[in-house]
């Protein structure tokens, strides 16, 4: 069963921009969550998405906005990039949702703003 | 809210122990583990229900107190491989998983 995937692996953007990362779930699953990783602040939820559906929330702006496709694949947006976006974003999937199942990540997009 | 792990990095030889802890102050229905190793992704390890059940794919043991909203990871005759960061997880109050800010393990031989 072939893993999650992310791409792009690598992105430099400039601020102000704005950038779409995709991240494409196990085959089945229909959870797929996204977070922001920095160095010290460990995983910051971003939102999950179940069937299309964003379920579930942190605590970021609207400039995070992310959606999911009917075969479960999801895109995370980021708009009107600041130096604080630089980051690892990590997606990971699951069969039915965060709390009652494991994750599997993907192997994560590491964002840098300069 | 934000589960609170300790130690923040521990240092062992091989063949020691270590215990890792996770509290919350909130009322807990499972907790999760994980462990990263430097440049990789989170690899799950175990997940612990309210009510006992447990699920996990590692010969790791972990103990889920539901009174005190605490978890512990044991690591028991560490290995080499062991190394990484372990993180935590606890159900947030929308049904998402809040991840503790880590604790790193270094192994030594």
């Known amino acids: 069963k072939a893993g999650v995937t992310q791409t792009p692996r690598y992105l430099i953007k400039t601020r102000g921009q704005q950038v779409t990362l995709s991240c494409s779930p196990i085959?089945?699953?229909?959870?797929v969550s996204w977070y922001q990783q920095t160095p010290g602040q460990g995983l910051q939820f971003l939102f999950e998405?179940?069937?299309?559906?964003?379920?579930n929330k942190g605590n970021f702006p609207g400039r995070f906005s992310g959606r999911q496709f009917s075969n479960s694949r999801s895109e995370m947006n980021v708009s009107t990039l600041e130096l604080g976006d630089s980051a690892l974003y990590l997606c990971?999937?699951?069969?039915?949702?965060?709390?009652?199942?494991?994750?599997?990540f993907g192997p994560g997009t590491r964002l840098t703003v300069l | 809210q934000q589960p609170v792990q300790s130690p923040q990095a521990v240092i062992l030889r091989e063949g020691e122990d270590a215990v890792i802890n996770c509290s919350s102050s909130?009322?807990?229905?499972?907790v999760h583990w994980y462990r990263q190793k430097h440049g990789e992704a989170p690899v799950f390890l175990m997940i612990?229900?309210?009510?006992?059940e447990q699920k996990g794919h590692e010969k790791i043991s972990a103990s889920f107190n539901e009174k005190k909203q605490q978890s512990s990871l044991y690591l028991t005759a560490s290995q080499l491989s062991y190394s990484g960061t372990y993180f935590c997880?606890?159900?947030?109050?929308?049904?998402?998983?809040?991840f503790g800010k880590g604790t790193k393990l270094s192994v030594k031989p």
């Open positions: 990971a999937s699951s069969l039915g949702g965060q709390g009652r199942d494991e994750q599997f």
């Open positions: 612990l229900l309210k009510g006992g």
């Open positions: 997880g606890t159900d947030g109050s929308q049904g998402n998983l809040i």
């Open positions: 998405y179940f069937s299309e559906t964003q379920r």
């Open positions: 909130k009322a807990l229905y499972s």
């Open positions: 085959s089945g699953h229909r959870s």
